[in-house]
């Protein structure tokens, strides 16, 4: 019976941590509402790397467990080790991000309350667009958007329904590859323009650790979007290919 409903349960479990991160930011958002002063929330850089090694020991765990029951009777055949793999796990690493990001709401918050000039920009200017032209801080534009955007979108990417379901879900997938890349662009560029800005309002006041810091992030955002774009010339030829040889 748990053969049958592999297939299913395998999406449902690549598609669980997406949801589970996007409540993450959903938690952080808030949490920064609540906290209007930068130095008064809880840091992000942080706030990623807590959930990633959750995530990570909670994979464990769910590893370990779903296996166990997976194969613990007699009839489990010999790919009974999957279910732990590609179900329990992740849906281990899901939950355990659910629960520590909703850890952060628990926090109290401020009496000061947010500004009333600052409702106007928020409600007439676009997320993107704020991220094109490089207003958000340099840390959510780089954490937030690129890297925590890049690993939904590969997450996405990689849902099983896209090998197993009809010949139309692969240009669909490449529809979607699309879409990722103009994220990418869109978020690198924000990056870049957050650490210019950030470079032009420190001044000669930036420390060495704040230049390395800028010079990484400009650096990882090349070689992912390099990486991308030949992997994004590889599907093109691939469709090509296949509309060709039809």
Same mark, same amino acid.
């Given at each position: 019976m748990l053969g049958k409903h592999f297939l299913f349960l395998w999406s449902l479990a690549f598609l669980s941590p997406v949801v589970a991160i996007f409540f993450? %930011?959903? $938690?952080?958002?808030?949490?920064? #509402?609540?906290?209007? +002063?930068?130095? #008064?929330? &809880?840091?992000? %850089?942080?706030?990623?790397? %807590?959930?990633?090694?959750c995530a990570i020991i909670a994979y464990s765990f769910g590893l370990y467990f779903g296996n166990s029951w997976a194969c613990s009777s007699p009839q489990s055949g010999n790919l009974c080790g999957l279910i732990g793999i590609f179900v329990t796990g992740p849906f281990s690493s899901a939950l355990a991000?659910?629960?520590?990001?909703?850890?952060?709401?628990?926090?109290?918050a401020d009496d000061a309350p947010i500004a009333a000039d600052d409702?106007?920009?928020? @409600?007439?200017?676009?997320?993107?667009?704020?991220?094109? +032209? /490089? +207003?958000?801080?340099?840390?959510?534009?780089?954490?937030? &958007?690129?890297?925590? /955007?890049?690993?939904?979108?590969?997450?996405?990417?990689?849902?099983?329904?896209?090998?197993f379901l009809p010949v139309f879900l692969f240009f669909l997938? &490449?529809? &979607? +590859?699309? $879409?990722?890349? @103009?994220?990418?662009?869109?978020?690198?560029?924000?990056?870049?323009?957050?650490?210019?800005?950030?470079?032009?309002?420190s001044g000669p006041s930036l420390k060495f650790n704040g230049s390395m810091k800028i010079i990484a992030a400009k650096t990882v955002v090349v070689l992912v979007i390099g990486f991308y774009s030949i992997r994004l010339l590889r599907i093109m030829f691939a469709v090509v290919n296949h509309v060709a040889g039809r």
């Amino acid at each position: 019976m748990l053969g049958k409903h592999f297939l299913f349960l395998w999406s449902l479990a690549f598609l669980s941590p997406v949801v589970a991160i996007f409540f993450a %930011v959903r $938690c952080y958002a808030l949490h920064s #509402r609540r906290r209007p +002063q930068s130095e #008064r929330r &809880f840091p992000l %850089v942080w706030y990623v790397i %807590v959930l990633f090694l959750c995530a990570i020991i909670a994979y464990s765990f769910g590893l370990y467990f779903g296996n166990s029951w997976a194969c613990s009777s007699p009839q489990s055949g010999n790919l009974c080790g999957l279910i732990g793999i590609f179900v329990t796990g992740p849906f281990s690493s899901a939950l355990a991000i659910f629960l520590v990001s909703g850890l952060l709401l628990l926090l109290p918050a401020d009496d000061a309350p947010i500004a009333a000039d600052d409702a106007p920009s928020h @409600a007439t200017t676009s997320w993107y667009r704020k991220l094109w +032209q /490089g +207003q958000y801080s340099f840390a959510r534009s780089f954490w937030g &958007f690129f890297i925590l /955007g890049t690993f939904v979108g590969v997450i996405i990417g990689m849902n099983p329904v896209f090998l197993f379901l009809p010949v139309f879900l692969f240009f669909l997938g &490449f529809g &979607f +590859q699309l $879409c990722l890349f @103009a994220y990418e662009i869109t978020a690198g560029v924000g990056v870049w323009r957050s650490a210019n800005a950030l470079i032009a309002a420190s001044g000669p006041s930036l420390k060495f650790n704040g230049s390395m810091k800028i010079i990484a992030a400009k650096t990882v955002v090349v070689l992912v979007i390099g990486f991308y774009s030949i992997r994004l010339l590889r599907i093109m030829f691939a469709v090509v290919n296949h509309v060709a040889g039809r």
